[in-house]
């Protein structure tokens, strides 16, 4: 089960790199400009900034388990609808409904993965699951230009699409007699929980420290192929290798931060001393 919501955390962060690799020759064909490509790579993470809290409330009321699978088919099918665009218009529609499913994704996973494994286990899964989001993009980066060398953009849309709705498929069948912990066992949340997590000063920290990470990390690595590409005149299977390395170096630390969460290392301390 933890494998299989880490690798379904994977094939859906694929869609967000797929955008870093594909955005030139997305703004050679649709004449977009810089500003309007940035939002074609936000467009999937704005829903995460106003909606994940609620998305969160429903995945926990309608089981965690099925809040994937659907993910994984909104995502297919919106990917699908995305590689038919034609303006601008439709592309950035595609990429945000294709954020509603990544957020059912990425936020159903995680708490399927925490209810399913035992407290000793739990620290180091949840480690390996911060890996989902630059394994996916890694992943991406790497294999696009060679699925774009014979389809393009549009051909690299369908088949993450098509790869999509296999593994949902397959998720589905290998996890329906799994019990899903979230159903009927899980309190229900509400409204009045989110007001209490914007009330807890740890928690909001948290998000502003995140917040900050993500600003830079998502600002840099998203053009980095558009860059290297504009800038140097590399071809897009050496982009997307480079882009690919330096998105990897993030699965060290997300595994590594695991590891010593798991050896009893404090959130707080990092790497300085044992909590116990």
């Not at 064909?29 to 909606?51: K, R, T």
């Not at 286990?121 to 992943?139: C, E, K, Q």
């Not at 690919?244 to 050896?263: C, D, F, H, K, P």
Request: glycine share 10%; aromatic share 10%.
């Amino acid at each position: 089960m933890v494998s299989l919501a880490i690798f379904a955390g994977i094939l859906a962060a694929t869609q967000v790199g797929k955008a870093h690799i594909a955005l030139p020759a997305i703004r050679s064909d649709l004449h977009l400009s810089l500003v309007a490509a940035s939002w074609l790579i936000s467009a999937m993470n704005f829903l995460g900034l106003f909606g994940a809290s609620l998305v969160g409330i429903l995945a926990a009321r309608y089981g965690f388990r099925r809040f994937i699978t659907l993910g994984l088919v909104v995502l297919a099918g919106f990917g699908f609808y995305g590689s038919t665009a034609t303006s601008e218009l439709p592309l950035m529609i595609s990429r945000f409904f294709e954020g509603v499913g990544f957020m059912m994704v990425i936020i159903g996973a995680p708490s399927l993965i925490a209810a399913v494994t035992q407290e000793k286990d739990r620290r180091f899964a949840l480690g390996a699951w911060g890996a989902f989001m630059p394994g996916g993009i890694a992943l991406a980066t790497w294999l696009a230009p060679s699925v774009m060398a014979h389809a393009g953009w549009r051909g690299l849309w369908a088949w993450g699409a098509a790869v999509l709705l296999v593994f949902a498929v397959i998720f589905e069948a290998l996890t329906r007699r799994a019990k899903d912990l979230a159903e009927g066992t899980q309190k229900k949340r509400s409204i009045r929980d989110i007001l209490v997590a914007l009330a807890n000063p740890g928690a909001v920290s948290l998000a502003l420290i995140f917040g900050c990470y993500t600003l830079q990390h998502l600002g840099i690595m998203a053009l980095f192929p558009s860059f290297f590409k504009e800038r140097f005149h590399l071809p897009a299977a050496e982009v997307g290798q480079l882009d690919s390395i330096a998105m990897t170096s993030n699965i060290l630390g997300n595994v590594a931060a695991g590891y010593l969460l798991q050896r009893g290392f404090s959130r707080t301390s990092s790497c300085r001393a044992p909590c116990r």
